[in-house]
């Protein structure tokens, strides 16, 4: 509702003349309401403008407080990031003196296993070598023994015995160098088992068997018994001069068919045991002589008749019908190639002082 102001109205004198400028005064208020309008929203504007400019003003003071704290709190990080840098370094260049140390030490244990090793490896070495000399001294011994009982005694067993032994020797060696002297060995033995000799343990065995059955052979029937079982109602005197006088005929059977029973084992064992003297001594003569007398003793002392008896001259038979001492091989390659592989081998070896003399020179140049 609008008001009229007092001033404004006109004079009353002059109302009549004011009547035609009414439409300049409306025009006027219309022009001062778009005025205050435009001020209005001027004002408006301006008041709008500044507080948006307030609030983005405390905006951004809470967030530079904002940053601030974080700024601070970025600091105090840092800072404790330094300290916990400089702690790690501190710890890294501890641990990194104590690596070095532990390196050296471990390079030192590295030489020190590398010299033990080298000690070992040497002392190896020694060990194998003369462990090796120690089989090929034994095996060139029993090789060389073997070769001389062949040529005194011509016991073919007693020698591949021997060369059983030196063989083993030789198989206990590392060197593979003396497998060719294995070899030689094992032609050599070959040539003694096809010469086929006497085997002396077998053949004392089976003497030592027959003295042992000369006890219990029975002894043959003399005639004087037969003609005794024959006539058993003959006079009382005639018996009784029997057993004091007897009449025989005088020939070699009769007479070793007379002799006392005693006698007559003992003589065939004496017999037995000059066959096994022959046999030690190696005599084909006497060996086959003694079996020949002992053969006769038994045949005509004892029962041919019992099979004990025809066993034991069996056995006389065999043992005679053996050749003693064959045409054996020649021996001693086998020794001859084991010294040349010896010999060989001790030249290509180097010549290693002794321990005490480079340990005097390591301590004269420490």
């Not at 307030?54 to 003071?61: A, C, L, M």
């Not at 010299?115 to 090796?132: G, H, I, P, T």
């Not at 063989?167 to 070899?183: C, G, I, K, T, W």
């Not at 064992?269 to 190696?282: M, Q």
């Amino acid at each position: 509702m609008e008001t009229e102001n007092p001033a404004q109205l006109p004079a009353p004198g002059s109302r009549d003349k004011a009547t035609p400028a009414a439409p300049r005064s409306g025009r006027g208020r219309m022009a001062g309401t778009l005025v205050l309008l435009v001020v209005l929203a001027a004002v408006a504007a301006i008041a709008w403008w500044y507080f948006n400019q307030q609030t983005r003003e405390r905006d951004s003071s809470s967030r530079l407080d904002a940053l601030a704290a974080q700024v601070d709190q970025l600091a105090r990080t840092n800072e404790q990031l330094r300290r916990d840098i400089d702690s790690l370094r501190s710890r890294y260049a501890d641990s990194e003196s104590m690596n070095r140390g532990i390196r050296e030490e471990v390079l030192g244990f590295n030489e020190r296993s590398r010299a033990l090793e080298d000690a070992v490896a040497n002392l190896a070495d020694q060990r194998l070598s003369n462990r090796d000399a120690m089989a090929l001294n034994e095996a060139e011994f029993i090789l060389q023994l073997a070769g001389e009982r062949l040529a005194l005694f011509r016991d073919a067993s007693g020698t591949l015995a021997a060369y059983r032994l030196a063989d083993s020797a030789l198989a206990s060696a590392e060197d593979p160098l003396f497998a060719n002297v294995r070899q030689t060995i094992s032609a050599e033995m070959q040539a003694i088992e096809a010469a086929k000799p006497m085997q002396t343990r077998a053949t004392l065995n089976a003497l030592a068997k027959l003295r042992a059955s000369l006890a219990s052979l029975p002894l043959k029937t003399s005639p004087t018994d037969a003609q005794a079982s024959t006539q058993t109602e003959r006079s009382r005197l005639r018996q009784i001069l029997s057993q004091f006088v007897r009449i025989s005929h005088d020939d070699a059977a009769a007479m070793l068919s007379l002799r006392d029973e005693t006698l007559s084992r003992s003589l065939a064992a004496l017999d037995l045991r000059a066959a096994e003297a022959a046999l030690f001594v190696r005599d084909q003569d006497e060996f086959k002589a003694a079996l020949e007398r002992a053969r006769s003793g038994i045949e005509a002392v004892f029962d041919t008749d019992a099979p004990a008896v025809r066993e034991a001259l069996a056995t006389l038979d065999r043992l005679a019908a053996t050749p003693l001492a064959p045409a054996l091989p020649e021996l001693g390659t086998a020794l001859n190639e084991l010294r040349n592989l010896r010999t060989t081998r001790a030249l290509s070896q180097p010549a290693h002082p002794p321990a005490n003399v480079t340990e005097a020179k390591n301590g004269a140049n420490p």
